[in-house]
């Protein structure tokens, strides 16, 4: 169900020009999960949401989603509540590589950074300063 509302706002926004997102792609390999968003006029404050286990009973619980790391420039941060609250915590920028500017952000991110169970990753993609949001499920 959230995939397809945040779908829906992605496809809402482009129809009313506020959601610039082109591309949105995800890949992992055997040490690191690599995350490109794509579009224009994205600006560079995004925040990147990863709910590792796939399960909206962990992490910041946001839209029937539990989103259990937020990547926040070259930081990263964990969630460790099941609750709606602002809670996060620092685990660092170790393992962690972002590229961004207007029209694209590549990350890459250690899986050793992002641990959990489950083999399903959701990630969520937030521009901070406009309404721009995208998805992507990952089966890793």
Known sequence: VLRR??????????????????????????????ICIEGSGLGTNGQIYIDRD???????TTGGAGMDYMLEGSRI?????NSSSWSW???GSSGVTVVKNSSVY?????????????????????DIN???????????
């Open 77 to 81: 941060y964990a969630h460790p509540d």
């Open 130 to 140: 406009l309404f721009k949001i995208g998805v992507t499920i990952l089966d890793l």
């Open 89 to 91: 915590t620092e685990v």
């Open 54 to 60: 796939n399960s909206a009973s962990t992490g910041f």
């Open 5 to 34: 509302l945040l779908r829906r706002a992605v496809r809402m926004g482009k129809k009313l020009g506020i959601n610039k997102i082109t591309k949105e792609d995800i890949r992992p390999d055997a040490d690191y999960v690599y």
């Open 106 to 126: 590549e990350v890459q991110i250690s899986k050793s950074v992002i641990s959990g169970n489950g083999s399903t990753i959701n990630v969520t993609f937030k």
